[in-house]
């Protein structure tokens, strides 16, 4: 999908007091960044932000930190921030970066808890080590989770979450939970928040997939 281009994207991220500029100068030092001692959970790709804001305000005692590789994707979510319903969050940060990277962002068993929402399924089998939930991918999780550590991985594309189970137990993780319907899953779907693409692709009837892996 082609992204459109939002002049403005690039000066307003720049000068809102919620994206971290320099986020690998915050490596091993996120807690400060939030000033308490509170769990740290990343979104990487999260899109215009309605999960990870949701999140925030229903989690305060968790500090969230969303992850966008695109900036006129992540002004989405920073305007939504802006708004009545979330611009008192606390417990919030947003970073643009590519995820490839994410091991100069943070140190070791510095995060809890890892959310991949219907990231890109990247459908060519050339290209499936840039998926999201490749083994590639969860070796670089696996530098930054803290022992026990988990990723929770939602998605209506069935070929990729079956790659996706695959590669998890492939790498030695642990799958406590999956579904292929998460929706009708009575524990699962227990406090589940919707994100956007879930909403969309829910309201067409397609199931939603969710895995729930725990770091080797």
């Known amino acids: ?26 490596r091993g030092c996120w807690r ?3 000033s308490n001692k509170n769990p740290i959970h990343i979104e990487i790709g999260m899109g215009k932000g309605g999960f990870i804001l949701n999140m ?13 590789r695109y900036s006129s994707v992540l002004l989405r979510a ?12 606390k ?19 510095e995060v809890e808890r890892i959310h991949l929402n219907f990231s890109d399924p990247w459908p060519k089998a050339r290209h499936a080590k840039r998926r999201l939930t490749s083994k590639e991918f969860l070796a670089r999780y696996e530098e930054i989770l803290e ?10 594309n069935t070929e990729l979450f079956n790659f996706s189970l695959g590669q998890a137990k492939e790498a030695g ?21 919707r994100t956007e693409y879930e909403e969309k692709f829910s309201s067409k009837g397609n199931p939603i997939n969710k895995m729930i892996a725990v770091r080797k």
């Open 32 to 34: 400060q960044v939030f």
């Open 173 to 193: 993780w642990t799958i406590s939970k999956y579904t292929y319907d998460l929706h009708h899953h009575e524990t699962l779907n227990r406090g589940n928040v």
């Open 1 to 26: 999908m082609r992204l459109r281009n939002i002049p403005r994207a690039e000066g307003t991220i720049q000068t809102h007091p919620a994206v971290i500029k320099r986020p690998e100068a915050q």
């Open 56 to 68: 925030a305000l229903m989690h305060p005692d968790i500090n969230y930190i969303g992850i966008e």
């Open 147 to 156: 022992p026990c550590g988990q990723i929770e991985f939602k998605t209506d």
């Open 91 to 109: 417990n919030v940060r947003f970073v643009c970066m590519d995820a490839q990277n994410i091991g100069d962002v943070f140190s070791h068993n």
């Open 78 to 89: 920073v305007e939504k921030f802006d708004t009545e319903e979330f611009k008192e969050l």
